[in-house]
């Protein structure tokens, strides 16, 4: 089975600045700039969508081949992760 | 008993208590402290603003003194130093600012801010700021207003190591209050912003310095990375503070959807005043 996103934390606020986007963790009272890449890969950290499918969802609206943007999708959402923003799904 | 009287992040302290044996210290105080220390009360009308906070000096029997339940020291350059240290705890304190950890100048264009901890070169920046003619609104903290767009200026006294006084050409003092640091007049730099003049801030500086031999740059910035910075530098969010994280985040992310963002890099202090200096006109 391939490996699932994880899912958007509930303590996360969102608010847009432009193309990007800021969240705010009140579990740790820090903020999360995302640029616009980033943002399309939040938006699709919903703790059910495979990790694979997200790549290829990014790759259609992008127009580009999957294996062009797989590194930058693994990289991003780990980077979510570390940020804690994005939780694994129970 | 005389007292002094200072206004800074939009707030007042009055500094009281103040007998004869302590007129060296006052001397020293006024030196450093203009920036923030309001003229000599003139009948003290009714029209007068009470003070946000009282800092009281007391002295003890035995002769020594206590500023805020601490020994003030005996010499006289590192009690003005605990005397100033004191003064600026008061007055962010008693601030309804929501006040970020930042050097922040003026020029013609506007203001810049400059967000960071302690440790990265704040102070000197805005030392060689000032020496370019760009005026002081804080070496210490942006006082961003709680409801409009605009700060309130804090040009306490400098806090600059040898280090920074020898990268700014300062010549050592012969006297004045130590600490650390050295408290340093504003004026031995150049201008600032009157504490009762609010500053509309048009730029957000996220400085990096660099290792000679680069000179510096300024490339545009993420305004997303600026509000997570401000955020990450604020002082008075959190336990006991005035804002939740959440409400500063709320607020500062007003603030800086009016700002533009660059990222600033530079080597010495000079190279960064002058390129903050093309930034604010």
Same mark, same amino acid.
């Given at each position: 089975?391939?490996?699932?996103?994880?899912?958007?934390?509930?303590?996360?606020?969102?608010?847009?600045?432009?193309?990007?986007?800021?969240?705010?963790?009140?579990?740790?009272?820090?903020?999360?700039?995302?640029?616009?890449?980033?943002?399309?890969?939040?938006?699709?950290? +919903?703790?059910?969508?495979? /990790?694979?499918?997200?790549? #290829?969802? &990014? *790759?259609? =609206?992008?127009?580009?081949? @999957?294996? +062009?943007?797989?590194?930058? /999708?693994?990289?991003?959402? #780990?980077? &979510? *992760?570390? =940020?804690?923003?994005?939780? @694994?799904?129970? | 008993?005389?007292?002094?009287?200072?206004?800074?992040?939009?707030?007042?302290?009055?500094?009281?208590?103040?007998?004869?044996?302590?007129?060296?210290?006052?001397?020293?105080?006024?030196?450093?402290?203009?920036?923030?220390?309001?003229?000599?009360?003139?009948?003290?009308?009714?029209?007068?603003?009470?003070?946000?906070?009282?800092?009281?000096?007391?002295?003890?029997?035995?002769?020594?003194?206590?500023?805020?339940?601490?020994?003030?020291?005996?010499?006289?350059?590192?009690?003005?130093?605990?005397?100033?240290?004191?003064?600026?705890?008061?007055?962010?304190?008693?601030?309804?600012?929501?006040?970020?950890?930042?050097?922040?100048?003026?020029?013609?264009?506007?203001?810049?801010?400059?967000?960071?901890?302690?440790?990265?070169?704040?102070?000197?920046?805005?030392?060689?700021?000032?020496?370019?003619?760009?005026?002081?609104?804080?070496?210490?903290?942006?006082?961003?207003?709680?409801?409009?767009?605009?700060?309130?200026?804090?040009?306490?006294?400098?806090?600059?190591?040898?280090?920074?006084?020898?990268?700014?050409?300062?010549?050592?003092?012969?006297?004045?209050?130590?600490?650390?640091?050295?408290?340093?007049?504003?004026?031995?730099?150049?201008?600032?912003?009157?504490?009762?003049?609010?500053?509309?801030?048009?730029?957000?500086?996220?400085?990096?310095?660099?290792?000679?031999?680069?000179?510096?740059?300024?490339?545009?910035?993420?305004?997303?990375?600026?509000?997570?910075?401000?955020?990450?530098?604020?002082?008075?969010?959190?336990?006991?503070?005035?804002?939740?994280?959440?409400?500063?985040?709320?607020?500062?992310?007003?603030?800086?959807?009016?700002?533009?963002?660059?990222?600033?890099?530079?080597?010495?202090?000079?190279?960064?005043?002058?390129?903050?200096?093309?930034?604010?006109?």
């Amino acid at each position: 089975m391939s490996e699932v996103v994880g899912r958007q934390s509930e303590t996360v606020r969102e608010m847009a600045l432009g193309d990007e986007l800021s969240l705010f963790d009140s579990a740790t009272g820090r903020a999360v700039a995302l640029n616009s890449t980033a943002r399309d890969v939040w938006a699709l950290a +919903d703790g059910q969508t495979s /990790v694979v499918e997200v790549i #290829d969802t &990014l *790759a259609r =609206a992008y127009g580009v081949p @999957p294996e +062009d943007i797989a590194d930058d /999708v693994r990289r991003t959402l #780990d980077l &979510l *992760a570390e =940020a804690g923003v994005i939780v @694994p799904t129970a | 008993m005389s007292s002094l009287r200072f206004r800074g992040a939009g707030a007042r302290v009055n500094l009281v208590g103040l007998d004869r044996s302590l007129a060296d210290v006052v001397d020293l105080v006024r030196d450093v402290g203009h920036g923030i220390l309001l003229p000599e009360q003139s009948g003290g009308g009714a029209h007068e603003r009470a003070p946000d906070t009282v800092v009281r000096i007391r002295q003890l029997p035995d002769g020594v003194h206590l500023i805020d339940g601490e020994l003030l020291p005996a010499t006289p350059d590192e009690a003005a130093a605990s005397v100033l240290g004191a003064v600026d705890r008061a007055l962010l304190g008693a601030s309804r600012c929501l006040s970020v950890h930042a050097a922040v100048v003026a020029g013609a264009g506007g203001a810049a801010i400059a967000p960071g901890v302690s440790g990265t070169g704040k102070t000197t920046l805005a030392a060689a700021a000032m020496q370019h003619g760009l005026r002081l609104v804080s070496d210490e903290a942006a006082c961003v207003d709680p409801h409009d767009d605009v700060l309130h200026p804090y040009p306490r006294p400098l806090g600059l190591s040898r280090r920074s006084r020898d990268l700014l050409g300062l010549p050592t003092p012969l006297s004045g209050p130590v600490d650390e640091e050295r408290a340093t007049a504003p004026s031995l730099l150049g201008r600032t912003v009157p504490t009762d003049q609010l500053v509309r801030p048009t730029v957000l500086v996220l400085a990096q310095r660099e290792p000679a031999p680069f000179t510096g740059s300024v490339t545009e910035g993420s305004t997303g990375e600026g509000l997570s910075a401000l955020l990450a530098n604020c002082l008075n969010t959190g336990l006991g503070g005035p804002w939740t994280p959440e409400e500063a985040w709320a607020r500062l992310a007003e603030l800086v959807r009016s700002l533009s963002v660059v990222r600033l890099r530079y080597s010495t202090p000079k190279d960064g005043a002058e390129l903050l200096g093309s930034l604010l006109g």
